[in-house]
């Protein structure tokens, strides 16, 4: 059974501040895929990036880095210099490695964002 | 394109009344999926599809019925509801090898 676990239920920083959102799984499969949506206060869920289970390169866009370790089952995600538009909830999520299996996804618990100004 | 269109927004429901909630999408997506997310909780999978006439449960689909007889739309039936099924549900769409899209999501309470 796959499992994605977000232990960090609320980071509250002000603005400028880096936060780092950890995300944790586990999987049976050899193979697979892992994700970042975020939720903002209007309630949409809004896809940040997706990554295999064979790349393992970290990941920058922005402001946005991803840190990816297989050894650790880990995946967690950093907002350098934070805005107060970063605030909201954030999910990690984790699918099988099928080209079907995109959307069919397994999500941890969410990790809320308050950035205050 | 609208992407992944749902209605109503919100709804209030009695206990034992019935509904649907309605997903339609534009994107020509294949895969359709529903899940419904709980306060503080992650969102989970009610039910899919992988195209036309095709569906199959996910996570928790005891209560929810689906059906998918076009391309576009998948909706989702709650038949004699129940204050168990009170949450925020959530319809998606993806193609081959893209990610999921979400609809604005329906706000559902069972009183």
């Known amino acids: 059974a796959q499992k994605v676990t977000q232990a960090q239920t609320e980071i509250s920083v002000v603005e400028k501040e880096d936060v780092t959102l950890d995300c944790v799984y586990e999987?049976?499969?050899?193979?697979?895929?892992l994700f970042w949506y975020k939720q903002p206060p209007s309630g949409e869920l809004v896809f940040l990036i997706r990554?295999?289970?064979?790349?393992?390169q970290n990941e920058i866009s922005g402001r946005y880095s991803w840190n990816f370790q297989k050894s650790t089952s880990s995946f967690n995600f950093t907002i350098t210099a934070s805005q107060v538009v970063d605030s909201a909830v954030y999910f990690c999520?984790?699918?099988?490695?099928?080209?079907?299996?995109?959307?069919?996804?397994?999500f941890g618990a969410g990790t809320q964002v308050v950035v205050t100004p | 394109n609208a992407g992944v269109t749902q209605t109503p927004k919100f709804r209030i429901l009695k206990i034992g009344q019935s509904m649907t909630l309605q997903c339609t999408q534009d994107?020509?997506?294949?895969?359709m999926y529903w899940y419904r997310q709980d306060p503080g909780m992650g969102l989970k999978l009610i039910y899919y599809?992988?195209?036309?006439?095709?569906?199959d449960k996910g996570e928790v689909p005891n209560g929810y019925n689906v059906s998918r007889s076009t391309t576009e739309d998948f909706p989702l039936r709650l038949e004699l509801a129940a204050p168990s099924q009170t949450s925020v549900y959530f319809c998606?769409?993806?193609?081959?090898?893209?990610?999921?899209?979400f609809g604005q999501g329906t706000r559902l309470t069972v009183v």
């Open positions: 994107m020509n997506h294949n895969y």
């Open positions: 990554r295999n289970s064979f790349d393992e």
């Open positions: 999520a984790l699918s099988e490695m099928t080209t079907d299996s995109w959307g069919k996804l397994q």
């Open positions: 599809s992988v195209g036309a006439g095709i569906t």
């Open positions: 999987t049976r499969d050899t193979t697979y895929y």
């Open positions: 998606a769409g993806n193609s081959r090898n893209t990610e999921a899209f």
